[in-house]
């Protein structure tokens, strides 16, 4: 497993849904049009399964996420840790 972090305009109604449905129980929402998903794959994998490749559920982008430091939502932190194993 890897952990990705996607970033879509706070305006792309679609996304969340998208991946809410593909990857229910393995996501974080960080923020507004930001998340973070625990999954097998590459960002182009990723990226084609939500919807962003074509631009059916809109504008993104997927990264692979090796490391991280900020401060955000409590909740946040354990989840991370958890999944970037």
Not at 64 to 76: E, F, I, K, M, T
């Amino acid at each position: 497993m890897a952990l990705f972090a996607i970033i879509a305009p706070p305006d792309n109604a679609r996304i969340g849904p998208a991946i809410e449905s593909n990857f229910a129980g393995k996501f974080m929402r960080a923020w507004n049009g930001q998340w973070f998903i625990s999954a097998s794959g590459t960002p182009q994998s990723i990226s084609e399964q939500l919807g962003i490749a074509d631009g059916s559920n809109g504008a993104g982008i997927v990264m692979v996420v090796a490391s991280y430091w900020g401060r955000a939502n409590p909740d946040l932190w354990p989840w991370l840790s958890s999944e970037l194993k």
